[in-house]
């Protein structure tokens, strides 16, 4: 059964740093492209970067590239998102998903303010 448990988030001033990560289990984790999304009250869940199963390549979308930066651990099959610059506007709670699974993890929590 698929898995997908995130930590790592939590309040932080703007400005300021997290890393998130997405710790996975129950497939085989270097054969997925991966992804990150982040949810706010009342809006659709958005895509933020995706990630091939090599880790090779990446995108980022434009409102977090610069700033977010997606990264995988292979053996670990652990992803990975830093987040530095960090503004009020990127609050939402944050999801990893594989594009080829229908499982979504609980979430972490980003609290961004002063």
């Known amino acids: 059964q698929v898995r997908l448990v995130e930590s790592g988030g939590g309040l932080v001033q703007p400005g300021g740093s997290l890393r998130l990560s997405c710790v996975t289990s129950?497939?085989?984790?270097?054969?997925?492209?991966m992804r990150w999304y982040r949810q706010t009250p009342g809006k659709e869940r958005e895509i933020l970067a995706s990630i091939t199963g090599s880790g090779t390549s990446t995108i980022h979308v434009d409102s977090v590239k610069g700033r977010f930066t997606i990264s995988r651990d292979n053996v670990k099959a652990t992803l990975y998102l830093q987040m530095n610059n960090l503004q009020p506007e990127d609050t939402a709670v944050y999801y990893c998903?594989?594009?080829?699974?229908?499982?979504w993890g609980q979430g972490t929590q980003v609290t961004v303010s002063s």
């Open positions: 998903k594989s594009p080829v699974f229908d499982y």
């Open positions: 129950g497939f085989m984790f270097s054969n997925y492209m």
